[in-house]
């Protein structure tokens, strides 16, 4: 089992351009979900997914797109990427709200 | 809106010393989750705690859950070096969504 997977571990971006981050998990989780880590403001989530072909907003949804086609993968999409999203994003799953994993986190630097 | 507050900030302590963080909530809980993040790292699970008034123990850690399900906290005694790290709560409401706090940053000095 590889757990829950992330990539790219880092990022350098542009203002405007747009990019996806990758998650992938091989528990056979239902729930997975986004996160993003700022310096003092702990993990807000972005957006969660409770099964395949559902997705729901979380905390701070604008700026991020996702979608959840298969139950192993929840790709994040960053449509036009600003300065704000500077931030290490973290993918966790679960089963039906139980422990979360983390992955290890992308790393995103917008200039 | 939900929120969770977590304090302290910061802590440092002498190894030896014991180290508590607390977890308060504005709305009542259906339960609570902590978690550890050493520096550079990932955010990993340490507990579940559901019912109202719950205490579980791991070895040095004492959790607790309010018996109004509204607050948490969790204690170290004789704090070690590999204790170092960040300690995240995370609350549940009757949703799907987890609501972290701002996470206690734990040093200890040898």
């Known amino acids: 089992n590889a757990g829950v997977t992330q990539t790219p571990k880092f990022q350098v971006l542009k203002t405007g351009q747009s990019m996806t981050l990758q998650c992938a998990q091989d528990m056979n989780h239902e729930y997975m979900s986004w996160y993003r880590q700022d310096p003092g403001m702990g993990l807000r989530l972005i957006h969660y997914?409770?099964?395949?072909?559902?997705?729901d907003q979380g905390e701070v949804p604008n700026g991020y797109n996702v979608s959840r086609s298969t139950t192993e993968d929840f790709p994040l999409r960053l449509l036009s990427a600003a300065p704000s999203q500077t931030s290490v994003y973290f993918c966790a799953s679960s089963s039906s709200g139980d422990t979360q994993y983390f992955g290890p986190g992308t790393r995103l630097t917008v200039l | 809106g939900q929120q969770v507050m977590q304090i302290p900030q910061y802590q440092h302590v002498q190894e030896g010393e014991d180290f508590t963080t607390y977890c308060n909530s504005s709305t009542t809980l259906s339960n609570i989750q902590w978690y550890k993040q050493r520096p550079g790292g990932h955010p990993v699970f340490l507990i579940q705690l559901v019912k109202s008034g719950e205490v579980k123990k791991q070895k040095r850690l004492t959790f607790q859950f309010g018996e109004a399900k509204k607050n948490s906290s969790l204690h170290i005694t004789a704090t070690q070096t590999t204790d170092v790290g960040t300690y995240f709560c995370?609350?549940?409401?009757?949703?799907?969504?987890?609501?972290f706090g701002t996470g206690t940053s734990l040093t200890v000095i040898p």
């Open positions: 995370a609350g549940q409401n009757t949703g799907n969504q987890f609501y």
């Open positions: 997914s409770v099964g395949a072909g559902i997705t």
